[in-house]
Structure formats: C-alpha cells, structure tokens
C-alpha cells in the first residue's frame, strides 16, 4: 500500500501548492492527469478497492487509535485520488464495497448514544480555485451575487455535539459515524471552562429565553502551551510525547478516566447547532449563533471574519491564514459558512457535508530533502531514539537539519534508506516531522539502516522489554545516559542551574569529574574551565549557580531525579505530600499503602532499587538541602514562571496583569527570550509575538493565563 503513498507524495515535489491544483476538485481534467488512459475496468476495480481499504485503515489509526501514520496532506491525497478514479469509471466504482464517507470515531468502550441531529462533515478545499468554485456554486443557487459569509478558523482538534436541557449540560458524544457517537458525558464535563449550565432565563423562545433542548456542536482541542506542557511532563516521566495537539484531545476522550481530562488541559470551543426544540429558539444567522453562545456563556470563536462576496472570503481565509501564527489553539483550515440561515437552507445537504460550508485547508509547509545519515541518540532512562540527520532545508522560515524517527520500527515501516530523498513538513505543530520517501529519487546506493545491536555510547548490548517498541541501553555507567540526567537535573523545571549547558556537560562527563548527579556539588574552579576558555568569571558565576541549586525547591529536585511517571505535576504531589527528600527515598523500602498516590507509587517503585536511594543518598552528603514544598514559592500556581506581556488584553490592564502574576509566584519580563515561559498577547500585539514564535516559547491569550492561576 505504501506505493499509492509514495506515488502521491512523489507528484508533489516543489510547489506543493500548484500540484494540488492540478489534481483538481474532481474535475475530469485532473482525472485525465492522474489516471493511466488504457486503464481496464478490472484494473480500475483493484485500485479503487485498495485505495479505499488503505483509506479505512487511516480513517481507523485516526479516529478511534489517534495514531495517524501519513500527514493530514496524505491523507486527502489518498482520497482526491480515490474521487478521481470513481468519476473516470463508476460502474467499477459501483461493484467495490464502499467506505463510509464520514471517519468513523466510535471506539468501542464507550456506550454510544444516539444524535438529535446528523453530526455532518464539511467539503475541503485546498486552492483559491477551488474555493471561488464553492463561493460560485453559492451565488448561483441564491441567484444573487456579493453573498454574505462568515469565515472562522478551523479547529483541529475532536468534534462533539453537547447537548443542553433547559439550560443543563446533560450529554456530551462525539462524533462517531455522524448518526451515532461515543457518549463521553464525564470526560467533557471535566473540561475547564465549560459551564453545566447556560446564562439566561429557562423556557421559551422568546428575547434571551433558553431553548428546552439543544445539541451544541464544537470541537475539543489542546491549546499549544498545554500541549507542551503535558509533552514536556510525559518526556520527563520517560513517556510517549503526543505527536500533535489533536491526538493528545483524542487521546484523552478515548482514556477511562475522566479526571485525566483536568490534567491534561483540554479545552472547547462551540460553532454550531444540531438539533434545537423548539425550532423557533435557533438564531437566524451563524453571526448572531456566536453571540448566542456567548450570551449563554459558552466559550466560543473569539476570532470571526465577516466577508461578502467571493473576493472578500478569499481574502479573509488568507487573513486566518496569517493570524494563524498567533492563535494560542491548533488550526488546520478555515471554515467558510454561509451567514444567513435561510440561505444555508436553501442550498441544503449533499452526501455528508452540508452544501453551504467548505473547509478550505492550509498546506502544511514541506520540503524535500536528503537523508544524510541516521544518528542514534540515547535517553536519560536509556532508550535509543533514531535521528534523521537531514541535507539543512529551509521549511516555514526556520532552517530544518534533523527530525526525530522515532523508533526502530518506524525506520523498517517506512524502509528508510540512508540517501534518500526525503519529505520534511511542518503543518500546526512545531516539531518538524518526516512525512515520506521520495521513492521515484532513491539511488542505487542508498543503503538500508542497520539499528545497532550495542549502544552507541558505552557499548553494553541492547534490550527490547516485551511489549515496548523501545530499544534500550541496561548500561548502569553509560555516559550518554549520565549526560542526559545532569541535563535534565539542570534543566529550568529541574534545580536550575544556569550555565551548565550541553558542552559544559559534556566536558564535565568526558573528564570523568562527574560521574553522578552529586559530582556536581564537588566541583572545584578548575573542574569547570569551560573548553578551550581560561578560568575566571563563567566559572566562578556556574559554581555559584550550583552552589544556589543545593537550596532548590524539593518539588525541582523530585522532577530533577527523573523518576518515570514523575514530572512537574506529581513531583509537587509528592513534595507535599513527604515533605523531604529522605522521607521521598524511603518510600522505596516498603510497598506503598494500597489507597497511595500514583506520584507515591512510582517513586516507591524507583527507590525500590538500592541504587537510587544510594544517589540520594550521595546527594545529601553532598549538601543538596532542598526547601520543603511548604517554605518556597511552590505551592504557587506560576512559581519560577517567566511571562512577557504584549498588546491590549480583554479585560485586565499591563499593571493588573502583572500583579495577578505576581501574586501568583511567577515575574513579568519586558523581553522576549529563550528564558520566557509564556507571552501573553493581546489585541494589536507587535514583534513579541514573533519573537516567541521564533524562540518557541508558548503564547498564550488572557483567559488561558486566568486558567493557569487558577487551575495549577
Ligand atoms: S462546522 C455542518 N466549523 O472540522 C458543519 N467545523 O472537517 C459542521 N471543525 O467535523 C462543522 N472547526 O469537527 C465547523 N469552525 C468550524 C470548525 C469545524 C473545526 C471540524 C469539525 C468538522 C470538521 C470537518
């Protein structure tokens, strides 16, 4: 199957854009161009067959396994290419089984329940010609031109319909097949920010009056700092990172547990309406849908593009399309409704997606490049992470040398040779990612990858735990996994110390003056001469930075120490809760309570082993007194946080801004730098946006830093 992948992918070298184009909108030229002409019927069977099979497969790892194997890009490829050959023979078409239209996200372990109202898709577009086409087709069944619109961004993220009786949230489904989805009332109910109840006055459709019942169709999604936030912490605890915001929402409406939902920081937004009794409380236009959902107090699309007429809606998608940069959530596309609901009747349903909407998507910025060479990184807990060490490309203005590959598996899966041509994109995320092979350009001498059976580092043989994709090294004197601990100790959640970056490290483990976390604490002036540098200020500023680090907060040590399944979160749970580092030690010498912590058990799990109550041990003995969590600003929601605030906020003027946060243990920064937590933005926010996207530091709206004082 990953021919078709390959096939498609190798029509798309360069301008991505302009081959989309000539694809086409199922228009039968593009057939013409995709299709073989001496094509047999039975051929054609076999191709439509296999495209749709290999469709299914994606919508399935997508929908109900949040794992996608292609990119979003692929994917619609796939199906346009599958459009193409049905239009060009349907009675072949007609003899192959079909596959359901709509991605089906019902998973299997939820009840399902029901819709009021079918849960329709939306048509995509992908170029301004195709996008003119649907504002055409508009105008003319309305048989008027300058038709009014209203363009909203799309949320990537999870659609759900919640339905609200007499002003009471009493359901929440996904959206399944679109008739029937998984009923995930608890989970959703657990979102922040989402009231159970509506503003307004119950019964009637009367001025302000709340409807008896009705579905509110959104979308779920993970604003970026919170996806960050979670990564960070599940790459601490020595977990799988999310691959993208929108598979950490689904990810987390699939998990049995509700209250995982809290933690993890997602969130909703509302854009439509299903079913509504009576009828006569729905709002007459989409415009007027979102200021009824703002009256009810529901969070809803704070951005929205009014437009008339095709040439203003163009113009508006291409404005989402830059402000897109600054939205704190994940977007894919931008939506293009028709305002009036009378209109949007008159045009009515298709197949699966209403008539008076299109999703027009953005392209996620790609380049091709070459494979260079596969490098082996290995973690802090030992796993070995392939690297793809790439030809340096230029992808949505940031030069792109490497990206990660994962896993062993993943090289074999997409047969990655080094010498490859290769696809690189970025789409909403930040982390660029190998989308494909261009196999049309492999050469004869690209070679085939030989994962390493020792590590590359110390030597010791490699493992593979049943069960886990991850290869790893048992190494106990390894020094790649010793570099990447002291990085991690270091680190900006961890104790802190500044100064003690990448090189420094290195040298310090290569000289063998440090060979655990308490060699740090033993350091002398001529230990940490940076290289090739002669002794004097930096290192007398790094020993008194480590100096400082031996009074951090204990919650900072606990993360500090890496303990799997321990990030910041359950690290500040357990500094409350023992209260010391010892106390935190000795949980490892007696089987936790049977009603303990998660944070408890994993940490008694990990001081189980005599080794790593020895290293705390050694810390101890090498002066790390760590403040309880009571003494510190710890148990403050910003504690250690840096924000810069930029442009005029909704509610809150710079100085109560900067009160709030202060009060709340974190410190406002007039700059942007590499140091900043999070930007706070405004309305007519400057360069600081940039500077954060550049930097990669999360930007964040008013209401989502609220969220974070309260919340934390
Ligand atoms: S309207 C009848 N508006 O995109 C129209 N959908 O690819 C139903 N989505 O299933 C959808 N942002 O999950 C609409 N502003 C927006 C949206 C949006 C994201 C999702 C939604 C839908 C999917 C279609």
Redesign the pocket.
């Known amino acids: 199957m990953n021919a078709f992948i390959s096939e498609v992918a190798a029509r798309r070298v360069g301008f991505f854009r302009v081959v989309r184009c000539a694809l086409g909108f199922v228009a039968a030229g593009a057939a013409a161009q995709t299709v073989p002409p001496a094509t047999t019927p039975a051929v054609a069977r076999e191709e439509i067959a296999a495209l749709r099979t290999e469709i299914a497969r994606h919508d399935a790892l997508y929908h109900r396994q949040a794992a996608p194997e292609i990119s979003d890009g692929d994917y619609d490829a796939l199906k346009r290419k599958l459009r193409t050959w049905e239009a060009r023979f349907p009675d072949a078409a007609r003899e192959v089984p079909a596959v359901a239209e709509v991605g089906d996200d019902r998973s299997g372990l939820f009840k399902t329940y029901r819709h009021g109202e079918r849960m329709?898709?939306?048509e995509k577009a992908y170029t301004e010609a195709e996008l003119r086409a649907f504002a055409a087709r508009a105008e003319k069944a309305l048989g008027k031109r300058d038709v009014a619109f209203v363009i909203?961004?799309?949320?990537d993220g999870l659609?759900v319909s919640v339905t609200f009786e007499q002003g009471r949230l009493v359901r929440a489904v996904t959206?399944g097949n679109g008739i029937e989805g998984d009923e995930v009332t608890a989970h959703v109910r657990a979102i922040a920010g989402l009231p159970r109840v509506l503003r307004g006055p119950a019964g009637g459709e009367g001025a302000g009056g709340l409807p008896a019942v009705i579905e509110m169709?959104g979308?779920v999604y993970v604003p970026f700092a919170e996806f960050q936030r979670v990564n960070a912490e599940r790459e601490a605890a020595g977990e799988a990172r999310f691959a993208n915001p929108r598979a950490l929402a689904a990810g987390t409406l699939r998990q049995l547990d509700a209250a995982e939902v809290g933690r993890r920081g997602l969130a909703v937004v509302f854009?439509?309406i299903g079913a509504c009794e009576p009828t006569g409380a729905r709002p007459t236009t989409q415009r007027g849908l979102h200021e009824k959902i703002r009256a009810w107090g529901l969070p809803g699309?704070s951005d929205l593009w009014p437009a008339s007429g095709a040439d203003a809606a163009w113009r508006a998608v291409q404005a989402v399309e830059r402000a897109r940069a600054g939205f704190a959530f994940p977007t894919d596309g931008a939506?293009v409704k028709l305002d009036e609901v009378a209109a949007q009747r008159e045009l009515g349903v298709g197949e699966s997606a209403?008539r008076w909407?299109v999703?027009y998507k953005f392209a996620a910025a790609r380049a091709e490049t070459r494979l260079r060479a596969i490098t082996i990184q290995v973690g802090r807990t030992g796993v070995l992470t392939p690297v793809a060490e790439l030809e340096p490309v230029v992808l949505a203005g940031s030069t792109v040398a490497r990206a990660t590959l994962h896993n062993r598996e993943e090289i074999a899966r997409r047969d990655l040779r080094v010498g490859d041509f290769v696809y690189v994109e970025k789409a909403g995320e930040i982390i660029p990612a190998l989308a494909g092979v261009n196999r049309a350009r492999r050469s004869a001498e690209a070679v085939p990858f030989v994962f390493p059976t020792a590590c590359p580092a110390c030597g010791t043989g490699v493992v593979q735990r049943a069960g886990e994709v991850a290869v790893r090294c048992p190494g106990a004197a390894c020094p790649a996994q010793l570099r990447r601990r002291i990085e991690h100790f270091a680190s900006k959640a961890g104790v802190d110390i500044e100064g003690l970056g990448p090189a420094m490290i290195d040298a310090l483990v290569e000289r063998g003056v440090v060979q655990e976390l308490a060699d740090l604490y033993r350091l002398r002036p001529d230990d940490v001469v940076a290289p090739g540098k002669n002794p004097g200020k930096s290192a007398e500023r790094l020993l008194a930075a480590i100096a400082a680090s031996r009074r951090a907060e204990l919650a900072r040590v606990l993360y500090g120490l890496g303990i799997p399944q321990v990030g910041a979160v359950a690290a500040r749970e357990l500094a409350r809760e023992c209260g010391s580092l010892e106390a935190v030690a000795a949980l490892g010498e007696k089987t936790p309570a049977a009603g303990a912590s998660a944070a408890v058990r994993a940490a008694a799990a990990h001081f189980a082993e005599p080794r790593h109550r020895a290293g705390v041990k050694e810390l101890i003995a090498a002066g790390l007194r760590p403040m309880g969590a009571e003494a510190g600003a710890g148990g403050r929601a910003l504690a250690g946080k840096t924000f810069v605030l930029t442009g005029t906020l909704p509610t809150l003027s710079r100085a109560q801004a900067t009160a709030k946060i202060e009060a709340a243990g974190g410190r406002v920064s007039a700059s942007v730098s590499a140091r900043t937590d999070y930007v706070v933005v405004g309305t007519d926010a400057g360069g600081k946006r940039e500077q954060a996207r550049t930097l990669q530091v999360p930007v964040i709206d008013e209401a989502e830093l609220l969220r974070l004082i309260e919340t934390k």
Request: a positive charge.
């Open positions: 329709l898709s939306l909203e961004p799309k949320f659609a959206r169709r979308e854009y439509g699309v939506v209403p909407a999703a």
